[in-house]
Protein backbone atom coordinates (compact mmCIF):
# COMPACT_ATOMS: atom_id res chain seq x y z
CA UNK A 1 0.00 0.00 0.00
CA UNK A 2 2.97 2.44 0.79
CA UNK A 3 4.50 1.59 -2.44
CA UNK A 4 1.38 2.17 -4.40
CA UNK A 5 0.61 5.40 -2.25
CA UNK A 6 4.09 6.49 -3.14
CA UNK A 7 4.03 5.90 -6.62
CA UNK A 8 0.56 7.92 -7.30
CA UNK A 9 2.22 10.70 -5.35
CA UNK A 10 4.98 11.34 -7.82
CA UNK A 11 2.67 10.46 -10.95
CA UNK A 12 0.80 13.45 -9.38
CA UNK A 13 3.47 15.50 -9.27
CA UNK A 14 5.34 14.96 -12.28
CA UNK A 15 1.82 15.39 -14.42
CA UNK A 16 1.26 18.67 -12.23
CA UNK A 17 4.97 19.50 -13.06
CA UNK A 18 4.12 18.96 -16.89
CA UNK A 19 6.81 16.42 -17.01
CA UNK A 20 4.31 13.91 -18.70
CA UNK A 21 1.86 14.94 -21.17
CA UNK A 22 0.76 13.70 -24.46
CA UNK A 23 2.82 14.37 -27.00
CA UNK A 24 1.44 17.14 -29.61
CA UNK A 25 1.19 16.54 -33.31
CA UNK A 26 0.16 19.15 -35.94
CA UNK A 27 -2.27 17.16 -38.47
CA UNK A 28 -2.02 19.03 -41.87
CA UNK A 29 -4.00 17.47 -45.24
CA UNK A 30 -3.77 19.28 -48.62
CA UNK A 31 -7.30 18.17 -48.93
CA UNK A 32 -8.00 21.60 -46.40
CA UNK A 33 -7.68 24.52 -46.97
CA UNK A 34 -4.26 26.06 -45.22
CA UNK A 35 -4.15 27.86 -42.30
CA UNK A 36 -5.03 31.39 -42.86
CA UNK A 37 -2.75 32.77 -39.51
CA UNK A 38 -0.80 31.31 -36.77
CA UNK A 39 -2.57 28.10 -36.08
CA UNK A 40 -2.52 24.56 -37.51
CA UNK A 41 -5.40 22.27 -39.06
CA UNK A 42 -5.83 20.50 -36.43
CA UNK A 43 -4.02 19.17 -33.37
CA UNK A 44 -3.23 15.77 -32.05
CA UNK A 45 -2.38 14.92 -28.65
CA UNK A 46 -3.05 11.36 -27.41
CA UNK A 47 -5.47 9.38 -29.11
CA UNK A 48 -7.68 12.83 -29.39
CA UNK A 49 -7.77 15.38 -32.06
CA UNK A 50 -8.50 19.09 -31.96
CA UNK A 51 -9.53 20.09 -35.17
CA UNK A 52 -9.48 24.13 -36.07
CA UNK A 53 -12.79 25.90 -37.51
CA UNK A 54 -13.13 25.42 -41.07
CA UNK A 55 -14.52 27.65 -42.95
CA UNK A 56 -15.96 26.21 -46.51
CA UNK A 57 -12.92 27.00 -48.57
CA UNK A 58 -12.45 24.72 -51.55
CA UNK A 59 -8.67 23.63 -50.60
CA UNK A 60 -7.84 23.66 -54.39
CA UNK A 61 -9.17 27.18 -55.05
CA UNK A 62 -8.62 28.91 -51.59
CA UNK A 63 -11.80 30.58 -52.79
CA UNK A 64 -15.10 30.41 -50.60
CA UNK A 65 -17.55 27.86 -51.37
CA UNK A 66 -20.43 29.20 -53.63
CA UNK A 67 -24.09 27.37 -53.62
CA UNK A 68 -27.11 26.82 -51.35
CA UNK A 69 -26.17 27.49 -47.04
CA UNK A 70 -26.06 23.27 -47.61
CA UNK A 71 -23.65 23.06 -49.98
CA UNK A 72 -21.70 25.74 -47.97
CA UNK A 73 -21.76 23.56 -44.80
CA UNK A 74 -21.04 20.38 -47.13
CA UNK A 75 -17.61 22.10 -47.97
CA UNK A 76 -16.83 23.01 -44.25
CA UNK A 77 -17.76 19.46 -43.18
CA UNK A 78 -15.30 17.88 -46.39
CA UNK A 79 -12.66 20.01 -45.29
CA UNK A 80 -12.90 18.40 -41.39
CA UNK A 81 -13.69 14.80 -43.01
CA UNK A 82 -10.02 15.49 -44.97
CA UNK A 83 -8.35 16.55 -41.99
CA UNK A 84 -9.41 13.69 -39.95
CA UNK A 85 -8.32 11.14 -42.64
CA UNK A 86 -5.13 12.58 -42.06
CA UNK A 87 -4.81 11.76 -38.51
CA UNK A 88 -6.33 8.42 -39.28
CA UNK A 89 -9.64 9.27 -37.89
CA UNK A 90 -13.29 9.60 -39.59
CA UNK A 91 -16.61 10.76 -39.13
CA UNK A 92 -17.38 8.45 -36.53
CA UNK A 93 -14.47 9.92 -34.05
CA UNK A 94 -16.03 13.34 -33.88
CA UNK A 95 -17.35 13.36 -30.30
CA UNK A 96 -18.27 17.28 -29.75
CA UNK A 97 -18.66 19.86 -32.78
CA UNK A 98 -19.13 23.53 -33.06
CA UNK A 99 -20.85 25.54 -35.22
CA UNK A 100 -20.74 29.49 -35.98
CA UNK A 101 -23.41 30.53 -38.34
CA UNK A 102 -24.43 34.13 -39.89
CA UNK A 103 -27.85 33.58 -39.69
CA UNK A 104 -29.99 30.94 -37.16
CA UNK A 105 -33.29 31.35 -39.86
CA UNK A 106 -30.31 28.87 -41.95
CA UNK A 107 -30.71 26.88 -39.44
CA UNK A 108 -32.67 23.72 -40.76
CA UNK A 109 -30.97 23.42 -44.13
CA UNK A 110 -27.64 23.59 -41.98
CA UNK A 111 -28.17 21.38 -39.79
CA UNK A 112 -29.73 18.75 -42.76
CA UNK A 113 -26.42 19.25 -44.76
CA UNK A 114 -24.31 18.59 -41.30
CA UNK A 115 -26.75 15.47 -40.56
CA UNK A 116 -25.55 14.12 -43.50
CA UNK A 117 -22.02 13.09 -42.26
CA UNK A 118 -23.08 11.41 -39.31
CA UNK A 119 -24.94 8.21 -39.80
CA UNK A 120 -26.52 5.08 -37.77
CA UNK A 121 -27.81 7.87 -34.69
CA UNK A 122 -23.88 8.56 -34.17
CA UNK A 123 -24.07 11.95 -33.98
CA UNK A 124 -21.80 13.98 -31.52
CA UNK A 125 -22.59 16.92 -28.92
CA UNK A 126 -22.70 20.23 -31.12
CA UNK A 127 -22.77 23.56 -30.54
CA UNK A 128 -24.66 25.86 -32.47
CA UNK A 129 -24.14 29.68 -32.30
CA UNK A 130 -25.04 32.74 -34.30
CA UNK A 131 -22.39 35.11 -34.91
CA UNK A 132 -22.30 38.61 -36.04
CA UNK A 133 -19.19 37.84 -38.10
CA UNK A 134 -16.33 35.59 -39.41
CA UNK A 135 -13.29 35.48 -40.84
CA UNK A 136 -13.53 36.01 -44.81
CA UNK A 137 -16.89 37.24 -43.96
CA UNK A 138 -17.50 33.28 -44.38
CA UNK A 139 -21.14 32.23 -43.32
CA UNK A 140 -20.17 29.10 -41.37
CA UNK A 141 -17.44 27.96 -39.59
CA UNK A 142 -16.88 24.27 -37.84
CA UNK A 143 -14.68 22.86 -35.34
CA UNK A 144 -14.57 19.61 -34.18
CA UNK A 145 -13.15 17.06 -31.20
CA UNK A 146 -12.09 13.53 -32.16
CA UNK A 147 -11.39 10.51 -30.30
CA UNK A 148 -9.86 7.29 -31.01
Known amino acids: MKKTLVALVAGAAMLAS?????????VASPNAPAAIGPYSQAIKAGNTVYVSGQLPLDPKTGKMAEGSVGDITRQSMNNIKAILAASGMTMDNVVQATLYVKDL????????????FFKDGKAPSRVCVEVARLPKDAPIEISVIAVK
Open 18 to 26: GSVMAQKVV
Open 105 to 116: NQFGEINKAYGE
